[in-house]
C-alpha cells in the first residue's frame, strides 16, 4: 500500500508540474516494480549557462496582453501564442469556450451541454505563456489611457470590489455580439436565443414543459395545438438546423412519450427573404425547402415579424401587399443577424466610427484609430481600402524612372503586391477567368493596340472594376478562428516583423508592412437538414446532400473540438442517441 502511495505522490507531481523535465523512474516494491515516465516539455528547456532574473525583471520585459471574450476568436488566440514574451490576461463572463455550431443539437439532447465546452483554464494551464483568468464582464475600454474597467461576474459579495481596473500594452477584443432584434417590440420579452449554452438549456426546458402542458386534461385540442405551435424567427443556418433538430426530437423520440398529443404538433419556420439559407449554394436552398415541405415543416418566406406578444406573433406578409397575421405559438425562438454589445458601441463613439454596426479594422485587424487595439470575430468587420482609393500613389511607387509612364517591367514589379494588399484584385481575376492581373492590360485600349507603356489614365482603367468585387466576411465561427489564428501567428514573430517585414509594399508610405495581411480561407460550410442528411458546400463550389453529407459533417464536427476530451463526449452523446434515443427530461 505504500508503494502505491508512493506512487500516487509521484504521478500527482508530473501532473502539478508540467514545465518540469520528466525522467524515468522506476521503483522495486516486495519484489514488483512501479514505472512512471513521462516526455520533457520540449519548449521549456533548462539552460545552466542562461543568467537568472529575477521575477520582477522578467515581468518588467513582457508586454501585457488584455483579451476579451472566450469564443471562437479569443480561444483561437490563446491556443495559437506561444511567445514567452507576452503576459496574457483573459477577460470574459463565461469561464469556457462553447463549440457553438452544435448548440442546436444541445437544445434537443442530441448532445450534452457539458460535451460542448472546454473550461478556458484547462486551456491556459498547457500553455508555456503566463495567462491569468478573470470572469468578469468590460464595462468600458479608455484607449487613452490603455485600460479596461470591469465587473466581476461572480454572484457573491466582494466586499466592495466587484468593479476593477486592468492596464494593458495591447488589447484583443473579441466579444461576439449580442442578437439583433431590430428593435422589434415584444422579442427580448417572449422570445428564446441561441447564442450560449444557457439559452440552448432553456430551450431544451421549454420544449419538454410544452408537451407536458398540452398532456394536462383540463386542456382543450385548441390549446393544445397553440402550445405545440413552435415558430422560428429566421431562415439563417441556426433557425434552419435548429427546425430540422426540433423535427427530428419530436418525430423520433417524443411522440412515443406524448402519444395524445403528437399530431397537434406544428413547426413554422418564418423568414423575411424569398428563400432560406441565401447564403448557400441554389441547390442546398431549393433542396432544404423541398425536404421541409415533405418532412411537414411549415416555411413562410416573405414575412417579416412586427410584433411578438406572450401568445402570438405579428407579421407584416410582403408578398401579400404588406397585410399583417398574427400565428399563436407556445415557444418561439428568434435567430435573425448580429448586434452590437453596449460597451462596444460606447468604444465606437470614442473612436470616431460611431455610425456603423460593428467595430472596422484594417487588413492586419487593428482597429482604426486605435494602434494597440486588435478585434477579431463578430464584433469586427475588416475595412478593406479600395483600390482606386490608392491608384495614383500604386501608380508613383511603380513608376521607379518618374517618367509619368509605366512599361509593362514596372508594371509587373508591383503586381504581387497589389494583389497582396487588395484581395478583390484576384477575386476580381477569377470572376473574368483572367489567369493574372497581365491580363488586366488587355482591356485598355492603348495596350491593345500594341503600346509598350501605360500612363495613369491606362492604370486606372485597367484596375477600375476590381473594387466591385468587395465584400464583408460572414460573422460565422470559422472566420473567428482564423482570424485568432492569424493574430497569434502576428504576435509570435512581432519582434522578427519589426526588424524584417515580411508584407506588401506600403504605397502611400516607405518600406513594407510588417505582416502579411489577413486573408480569410472559406474552407466550406455545413447546413444539417434533419433524418440524418446534410448539405454541404465545400471549396470549388462542390455540393453534397444527403447522407455521406452527414458522416462527413459527425467526422469535421469531431475533429475541430478543442480538446480530446470534448471529442470524447460529443461521440459518446452521438452513439446514446443511436441506441437509447434522446433524453427527454428536464434536468
Same mark, same amino acid.
Given at each position: 500500500?505504500?508503494? #502505491? ?24 516494491? +516486495? ?30 520585459? /513582457? ?13 483561437? %488566440?490563446?491556443? &495559437?501564442?506561444? &511567445? ?12 469556457? #469556450? ?34 491569468? #483568468? ?39 477584443? =473579441? ?22 449554452? $444557457? ?8 420544449? @419538454? ?11 382543450? $385540442? ?7 405551435? %413552435? ?12 427546425? =430540422? ?32 439559407? &441565401?447564403?448557400?449554394?441554389? *441547390? ?25 406578444? $406572450? ?31 453596449? #460597451?462596444?458601441?460606447? %468604444? ?36 478593406? *481600402? ?61 495596350? !491593345?493596340?500594341?503600346? =509598350? $507603356? ?17 465584400? &464583408? ?19 509570435? *514573430? ?17 518600406? *513594407?508592412?510588417?505582416?502579411?495581411? %489577413?486573408?480569410? /480561407? ?22 453534397? @446532400?444527403?447522407? +455521406? ?34 433524453? !427527454?427530461?428536464?434536468?
Amino acid at each position: 500500500m505504500r508503494g #502505491f502511495a508512493f506512487f500516487n505522490r509521484v504521478s500527482r507531481a508530473f501532473h502539478d508540474y508540467p514545465s518540469v523535465p520528466k525522467v524515468l523512474v522506476v521503483v522495486a516494491v +516486495s519484489g514488483c516494480g512501479l514505472v512512471a515516465y513521462a516526455e520533457a516539455n520540449p519548449e521549456r528547456k533548462l539552460a545552466s549557462s542562461a543568467p537568472v532574473l529575477t521575477s520582477a525583471e522578467v515581468d518588467n520585459k /513582457k508586454k501585457k496582453v488584455v483579451v476579451l471574450g472566450t469564443g471562437w476568436a479569443g480561444t483561437s %488566440f490563446l491556443r &495559437n501564442l506561444k &511567445n514567452p514574451d507576452y503576459e496574457v490576461h483573459v477577460i470574459s463572463p463565461r469561464n469556457y #469556450f462553447a463549440f457553438t455550431p452544435l448548440l442546436p443539437s444541445v437544445t434537443c439532447g442530441t448532445v450534452e451541454a457539458r460535451s460542448i465546452v472546454e473550461p478556458i483554464r484547462n486551456i491556459a494551464r498547457k500553455k508555456t505563456v503566463d495567462v491569468q #483568468f478573470s470572469e468578469a464582464a468590460c464595462l468600458k475600454i479608455d484607449a487613452v489611457n490603455q485600460k479596461i474597467y470591469c465587473r466581476s461576474n461572480v454572484e457573491n459579495n466582494l466586499n466592495g470590489q466587484e468593479e476593477f481596473v486592468v492596464d494593458y500594452d495591447y488589447l484583443i477584443v =473579441a466579444v461576439g455580439a449580442n442578437v439583433n432584434t431590430f428593435n422589434t417590440p415584444g422579442v427580448v420579452e417572449n422570445c428564446h436565443f441561441l447564442k450560449e449554452v $444557457e439559452d440552448a438549456q432553456k430551450i431544451r426546458r421549454t420544449v @419538454i414543459d410544452c408537451f407536458e402542458r398540452a398532456s394536462l386534461p383540463a386542456v382543450s $385540442e385548441e390549446e393544445r395545438r397553440e402550445i405545440l405551435h %413552435f415558430a422560428i424567427v429566421g431562415g439563417g443556418p441556426t433557425g434552419v438546423e435548429f427546425a =430540422a433538430a426540433l423535427h427530428d426530437f419530436v418525430n423520433e423520440d417524443l411522440v412515443k412519450l406524448y402519444p395524445g398529443v403528437k399530431d397537434l404538433v406544428k413547426i413554422t419556420l418564418l423568414e423575411a427573404g424569398d428563400h432560406i439559407l &441565401n447564403m448557400f449554394d441554389k *441547390r442546398i436552398t431549393a433542396f432544404a425547402e423541398e425536404k421541409f415541405q415533405r418532412d411537414g415543416i411549415n416555411v413562410k418566406t416573405g414575412s417579416m415579424v412586427v410584433k411578438v406578444t $406572450e401568445k402570438e406573433i405579428f407579421t407584416k406578409e410582403l408578398k401579400n401587399g404588406g397585410e399583417v397575421s398574427t400565428i399563436p405559438y407556445g415557444m418561439a425562438l428568434w435567430s435573425t443577424g448580429v448586434g452590437t454589445r453596449p #460597451f462596444i458601441r460606447d %468604444f465606437m463613439s470614442q473612436v470616431g466610427q460611431a455610425n456603423r454596426r460593428v467595430l472596422a479594422t484594417d487588413e492586419w485587424l487593428r482597429v482604426e484609430g486605435c494602434d494597440k487595439v486588435y478585434a477579431i470575430g463578430d464584433c469586427a468587420t475588416i475595412n478593406q *481600402r479600395k483600390v482606386m482609393e490608392d491608384i495614383a500613389a500604386i501608380f508613383r511607387k511603380a513608376d521607379k524612372d518618374n517618367s509619368g509612364t509605366l512599361t509593362v517591367e514596372e508594371y509587373k514589379a508591383v503586381i504581387n503586391d497589389i494583389c497582396e494588399r487588395y484581395p478583390q484584385v484576384q477575386v476580381y481575376l477569377k470572376s473574368q477567368q483572367m489567369k493574372n492581373m497581365v491580363d488586366l492590360l488587355k482591356e485598355t485600349p492603348d495596350v !491593345s493596340k500594341g503600346s =509598350a $507603356e501605360l500612363n495613369i489614365e491606362d492604370f486606372k482603367t485597367a484596375l477600375s472594376k476590381v473594387d466591385s468585387q468587395m465584400k &464583408n466576411l460572414p460573422a460565422t465561427a470559422q472566420v473567428a478562428a482564423q482570424q485568432g489564428v492569424y493574430l497569434a501567428k502576428c504576435f509570435n *514573430r512581432m519582434e522578427d516583423c519589426e526588424k524584417n517585414p515580411e508584407g506588401p509594399l506600403r504605397f502611400r508610405g516607405e518600406g *513594407r508592412h510588417r505582416f502579411r495581411p %489577413f486573408r480569410y /480561407k472559406h474552407l466550406g460550410q455545413f447546413a444539417p437538414l434533419g433524418g440524418e442528411q446534410t448539405a454541404a458546400q465545400l471549396p470549388g463550389d462542390w455540393v453534397s @446532400i444527403g447522407h +455521406s453529407s452527414q458522416w462527413l459533417w459527425y467526422s469535421v464536427y469531431t475533429s475541430k473540438q478543442v480538446s480530446w476530451r470534448n471529442r470524447a463526449l460529443v461521440v459518446t452523446d452521438w452513439v446514446r442517441r443511436f441506441i437509447w434515443g434522446r433524453d !427527454s427530461s428536464r434536468i
